[in-house]
């Protein structure tokens, strides 16, 4: 192990405030099927229902939606949404956590790698890492057959205890002490990812439910438009 810090980085509801997958599939169906997207998107809703019925786990939907929807999808047609979608939403002051884009900048400052881990996938990623001058993620691993998508995945769904694989993992890669290094979350299916880590956060509002979830943990808290640099 050496000194080296590596603040990893949960992307929906931590850095931005919406879950992008789902805010991005109506805007993608309405761009690639115009008039008849509302008709996808009452199908999909209505299997989802069911799915959800007979309890499928986040990992199975994650799988089924993967392939249900981006079998045989351009690359390259999907940046180009991707890219769309993502000008639209940051046309709004309520898109941007600004408290965890400083906490951003304060380990950037340190010298520290920070590492976005998302549940979402590298197209609707691009933008955000230009924003923030960060190069490395770990998202849904999307198999490529050269300029398109297969709808299938390459190893396990981003979500739950596939990100704590995740960053565990990439730790070892680049000899990283997990004692040393910081995790950001904002969800319960967060925990698992948070806890790989010597410092683990919970971005929320003092008073909710995760905001008490951390103290009993025993976790830190990063508080919705606030910084704690003492911290670091």
Not at 62 to 84: D, H, M, Q, T
Not at 193 to 205: D, H, L, P
Not at 206 to 224: D, K
């Amino acid at each position: 192990m050496n000194n080296r810090v590596i603040a990893f980085y949960d992307v929906d509801e931590t850095i931005w405030r919406d879950k992008s997958v789902q805010s991005f599939f109506p805007y993608y169906l309405e761009c690639k099927h115009g008039t008849e997207a509302d008709e996808y998107l009452g199908s999909f809703r209505a299997h989802l229902s069911k799915q959800l019925e007979n309890k499928v786990s986040r990992e199975e939907l994650n799988r089924w939606f993967y392939n249900k929807y981006f079998e045989n999808v351009s690359v390259n047609e999907l940046r180009e949404i991707g890219a769309s979608w993502y000008e639209n939403k940051n046309k709004s002051n309520r898109f941007w956590n600004e408290s965890v884009l400083e906490s951003i900048e304060v380990h950037k400052n340190k010298g520290n790698k920070v590492v976005l881990v998302s549940g979402s996938f590298r197209e609707l990623l691009l933008p955000l890492l230009e924003k923030i001058s960060v190069t490395e993620y770990l998202c849904t691993p999307l198999e490529q057959n050269n300029d398109r998508y297969s709808g299938k995945l390459t190893s396990n769904p981003m979500i739950g205890y596939g990100k704590a694989n995740a960053i565990v993992n990439f730790m070892s890669r680049n000899k990283a002490n997990p004692k040393a290094c910081f995790a950001y979350g904002d969800d319960v299916s967060d925990v698992p990812f948070v806890g790989s880590v010597g410092n683990s956060y919970i971005v929320t509002n003092n008073g909710s439910s995760m905001s008490q979830l951390a103290i009993q943990m025993g976790f830190n808290r990063l508080l919705l438009d606030s910084v704690p640099v003492h911290a670091y």
